[in-house]
């Protein structure tokens, strides 16, 4: 099992930063990939942002240029860095790990953007 714990949600100005934390715990060799997705109120859970174990990453195209998602392996923690924050980036973001076999999703933490 892997055990994930968000953390760095809240409510921002629109134009404003956060950063989301989320550590991993347990069984984590073998992760091969860590995500952040989110789910807005009344909308399917959308991925914004992966990193493979190499390093690689992808954005969704609404985030590209603003998010930023990194890894640091030595603690077992990946970042998802938001700048110019919007309105519509307003959900519950989620963290995810990816093993061969298993998903793994965190409890969610809470993103609001006020206009």
């Known amino acids: 099992q892997v055990q994930l714990v968000e953390s760095g949600g809240g409510l921002v100005q629109a134009g404003g930063s956060l950063r989301l934390s989320c550590a991993a715990s347990?069984?984590?060799?073998?992760?091969?990939?860590m995500a952040w997705y989110r789910q807005a109120p009344g909308k399917q859970r959308e991925l914004v942002a992966a990193?493979?174990?190499?390093?690689?990453?992808n954005y969704v195209d609404s985030v590209k240029g603003r998010f930023t998602i990194s890894r640091d392996n030595a603690k077992n923690t990946v970042y998802l860095q938001m700048n110019s924050l919007k309105p519509e980036d307003t959900a519950v973001y989620y963290c995810?790990?990816?093993?061969?076999?298993?998903?793994?999703w965190g409890q969610g933490t809470r993103v609001t953007v006020s206009s």
């Open positions: 347990g069984s984590i060799f073998s992760i091969n990939v």
């Open positions: 990193i493979t174990s190499g390093g690689r990453t």
């Open positions: 995810n790990a990816q093993r061969p076999l298993n998903t793994y």
